[in-house]
């Protein structure tokens, strides 16, 4: 019988714990200590941790790790997402949903999901893991920056980047709005700043600015515009919401009616966290 790495949390002191990831190398075994802290009541006292932005996947869990010397299974995005954050030298310290809170717990995951926001808002940095990639995909996250390499290929490869699942679920709007500082968005080992990585579509997206996807003349170049169009789109939203935390609830309600969720209550949960209620006389 496997024995709990969980020891019940106090929901009054607005406890939650931090995955310690010990150091190794990219064939070790993931091994992780759970420490318990308390969310700071003001920002004189700052929580030094970074949060993982993921989407879960499927539930099969067909990898296992340590998790305060007991064996724990997780899915595979988040296992090779551990994966690519250890460290060789040095312990980092995130926060992951899946593993910081006791998913068997109902009480505690309820009332985990409600301060999920203010962890969000309390890392020192949001990592958004959009998956392993395949070695076009890693290049292209490298070589973005340069615009000589903005080619028919490279957009249909982004494409494909952007219509992964990371960006079509509700939940990790909070993560990205939320975020204090700029986000880092991996793809395998190629990282970017969302800000440079935003500006960059942002930029490429502006060429045919005003043009509905489907105005577009059906030659090959406007075909994969089309597609990249609206690939990004959910992209162009997101952003849009990052850069103006003052929408309403019913706003953000709309903005993210095509957004995806398990559960369709998460779609109320998943946006509350960051939404304006305005007062009225």
């Known amino acids: 019988m496997m024995v709990s790495p969980y020891q019940p949390l106090d929901s009054k002191a607005e406890q939650i714990?931090?995955?310690v990831l010990a150091p190794g190398k990219s064939d070790d075994v993931i091994d992780i200590?759970?420490?318990?802290e308390s969310l700071p009541k003001d920002s004189v006292k700052e929580l030094q941790f970074e949060a993982i932005s993921?989407?879960?996947?499927n539930e099969q869990f067909p990898h296992t790790i340590q998790i305060n010397g007991n064996t724990m299974p997780i899915g595979l995005t988040l296992d090779h997402a551990l994966h690519q954050s250890r460290c060789l030298d040095k312990e980092r310290v995130f926060w992951v949903d899946a593993l910081c809170i006791n998913q068997a717990d109902?009480?505690?995951?309820?009332?985990?999901?409600?301060?999920?926001?203010r962890i969000y808002s309390s890392a020192t940095t949001v990592l958004i893991w959009l998956?392993?990639?395949?070695?076009?995909?890693?290049?292209?996250?490298?070589m973005i920056t340069s615009r000589e390499h903005w080619n028919l290929e490279m957009r249909q490869i982004l494409t494909r980047i952007f219509q992964g699942p990371w960006f079509r679920r509700v939940w990790v709007v909070q993560e990205l709005v939320l975020a204090r500082n700029d986000p880092l968005v991996y793809v395998g080992p190629a990282s970017i700043s969302y800000l440079t990585l935003w500006t960059q579509i942002y930029g490429s997206r502006r060429h045919h600015f005003g043009l509905a996807p489907e105005s577009l003349a059906e030659e090959p170049q406007d075909v994969n515009y089309k597609r990249f169009l609206r690939?990004?789109?959910?992209?162009?939203?997101l952003s849009s919401m990052r850069d103006d935390r003052t929408c309403s609830f019913a706003a953000n309600i709309l903005n993210t009616s095509q957004l995806k969720a398990t559960d369709p209550r998460n779609?109320?949960?998943?946006i509350l966290g960051f939404s304006y209620f305005p007062t009225y006389p």
């Open 33 to 36: 200590l759970l420490r318990v």
């Open 54 to 57: 993921y989407v879960w996947g």
């Open 106 to 117: 109902t009480f505690e995951r309820n009332s985990q999901v409600q301060l999920m926001g």
């Open 267 to 270: 779609k109320v949960f998943g």
């Open 17 to 19: 714990r931090m995955a």
């Open 131 to 142: 998956g392993c990639g395949d070695e076009d995909e890693v290049k292209a996250m490298q």
């Open 231 to 237: 690939a990004t789109r959910p992209f162009s939203k």
